[in-house]
């Protein structure tokens, strides 16, 4: 099976995925605790598997090849989201820092505003955001791990923080916050 794979016979991958993907989902949802993360990580597993195919050695297991990728999927995700706990982490810190007297309440919807406003970025624009700020890549480093040009960067960049400012352009404290965080990060 694992020969008719790399010479991608989509029949073959499809019999190889309906064998391992519930055994998968299981299995990184021990890790994971949620079963839609789990599913979505063992999605991306199977498309990864499916892309490096040519790649594939018939002597060694594919199987463990195909939990190795989910679990580093999985391990990439907790990174990303500890280092996005960071920066809105860094956020409260800084209103501290300032002596803003803020009510918890108020910081913590401010703080869901902005995730919000994130998420809601077009796809391309949001990446290069989270590229930047919460992988720390400069850039130039994200130009070129994209494929894109630097002034690509430098216009979706420019379209996040337009759009950042303008969701919270009534809350004029809060931008001067969030302009001090992202100068650190």
Same mark, same amino acid.
């Given at each position: 099976?694992? /020969?008719? !794979?790399? %010479?991608?016979?989509?029949?073959?991958? &499809?019999?190889?995925?309906? /064998?391992?993907? @519930?055994? @998968?989902?299981?299995?990184?949802?021990?890790?994971?605790?949620?079963?839609? @993360?789990? $599913?979505?990580?063992?999605?991306?597993?199977?498309?990864?598997?499916?892309?490096?195919?040519?790649? @594939?050695?018939?002597?060694? *297991?594919?199987?463990?090849?195909?939990?190795t990728i989910?679990?580093?999927?999985?391990?990439?995700?907790?990174? %990303? /989201? +500890?280092?996005?706990?960071?920066?809105?982490?860094?956020?409260?810190?800084?209103?501290?820092?300032?002596?803003?007297p803020e009510?918890? $309440?108020?910081?913590?919807?401010?703080?869901? %505003?902005?995730?919000?406003?994130?998420? /809601?970025?077009?796809?391309?624009?949001?990446?290069?955001?989270?590229?930047?700020?919460?992988?720390?890549? *400069?850039? %130039?480093? !994200?130009?070129? +791990?994209?494929?894109?040009?630097?002034?690509?960067?430098?216009?979706?960049?420019?379209?996040?923080?337009? &759009? !950042?400012? &303008?969701?919270? $352009? $009534?809350?004029?404290?809060?931008?001067?916050?969030?302009?001090?965080?992202?100068? +650190?990060?």
């Amino acid at each position: 099976m694992i /020969q008719a !794979i790399i %010479k991608g016979n989509a029949l073959a991958f &499809k019999t190889f995925f309906e /064998q391992y993907y @519930l055994p @998968l989902v299981a299995y990184m949802t021990t890790f994971t605790n949620d079963r839609h @993360l789990s $599913e979505d990580l063992v999605q991306q597993a199977f498309i990864t598997l499916w892309n490096r195919r040519s790649s @594939l050695n018939v002597n060694k *297991s594919t199987k463990s090849f195909l939990y190795t990728i989910a679990y580093n999927a999985y391990v990439d995700h907790y990174r %990303k /989201q +500890k280092r996005q706990d960071t920066f809105f982490d860094g956020l409260r810190l800084q209103a501290l820092q300032e002596g803003i007297p803020e009510e918890t $309440e108020l910081m913590e919807a401010r703080i869901a %505003k902005l995730k919000t406003i994130v998420e /809601q970025l077009p796809p391309r624009c949001k990446e290069i955001l989270e590229l930047n700020k919460l992988d720390g890549l *400069s850039y %130039k480093d !994200i130009a070129e +791990k994209l494929g894109i040009s630097l002034k690509t960067v430098e216009s979706q960049m420019r379209i996040a923080y337009q &759009k !950042i400012r &303008k969701g919270f $352009e $009534e809350d004029p404290m809060f931008l001067f916050i969030i302009g001090m965080v992202l100068k +650190k990060f």
